[in-house]
């Protein structure tokens, strides 16, 4: 995983320090979105519960020609999300993480307004490596008269379980609340979005993205498709 991630960067770094166009560089956070799809080979589509969180990256913004520029960068884009329930003896609170490096590659055309403020479109491609990715259940409560206290964690894409304090028979037991799937790391999302640039330095856009490929991995991904769906919004700072 490591010398794809390099190579990732590399290309990034590469296309962030291109200097053949005219080019503003910049700084942006914004709020994130997640959800996943999924359709069954036999059945109805299903939505996951939502993630939220954030992001931060690099972007590079280098004019082509009139209103129409190509905007590369480089992001590291965090999600969460949380749940709990009450079963027959057991209270199950259950906590899904995501942390991911992306590579967009935007084409962007801008329209002025006004000297002090520009409205622009933009869509393309973008590349998306999962860095990692857990689903942990923590659990307090009583088994077979016994009380338990612990937690197990999923690693979506390796397939490994780890559990604290708990022994082989609760392990089983909790076994169905973890998730049955394993997941590639890779993806390319493509989407698009509609932004403002703000006193030729501060830039607002919104947007959202389709991931492409089926990130069920091996056998799984016989049984249907699950793809990334998301929508962001961020605010930004070029110089």
């Known amino acids: 995983m490591k ?4 190579t990732i960067a590399v290309i990034a770094a590469g296309i962030l320090c291109t200097t053949a166009l005219p ?7 914004g709020y994130l979105n997640s959800t996943w799809r999924l359709k069954p080979t036999e059945g109805s589509v299903e939505k996951s519960q939502p993630m939220s969180g954030f992001y931060v990256g690099l972007i590079k913004d280098m004019r082509l020609f009139a209103g129409l520029s ?3 960068g480089l992001s590291y884009y965090y999600l969460n999300s949380r749940e709990s329930r009450e079963e027959v003896g057991f209270n199950i609170a259950g906590t899904s993480t995501e942390h991911m490096l992306n590579i967009p590659v935007h084409i962007k055309y801008t ?9 622009y479109i933009f869509a393309g491609p973008t590349m998306s490596v999962g860095l990692a990715a857990t689903d942990k259940i923590s659990v307090t409560g009583e088994f077979m008269g016994v009380g338990v206290e612990g937690s ?5 894409y390796t397939g490994k379980v780890k559990t604290e304090n708990f022994s082989d028979e609760v392990a089983d037991a909790l076994n169905q609340y973890l998730p049955q799937t394993r997941m590639n790391r890779f993806d390319v999302l493509m989407g698009g979005g509609i932004g403002l640039d703000l006193v030729k330095f501060i830039t607002v856009k919104g947007g959202f993205d389709y991931g492409l490929l089926n990130r069920l991995k091996g056998d799984w991904a016989d049984a249907g498709t ?13 110089f």
């Open 152 to 156: 197990m964690k999923y690693d979506s």
């Open 3 to 6: 010398s794809y991630i390099k």
């Open 111 to 119: 329209f002025d307004i006004i000297p002090a403020l520009s409205l």
């Open 226 to 238: 699950l793809n990334r769906m998301q929508y962001y919004v961020s605010i930004g700072i070029k």
């Open 70 to 72: 190509i905007q590369p």
């Open 23 to 29: 080019a503003k560089n910049g700084i942006e956070v």
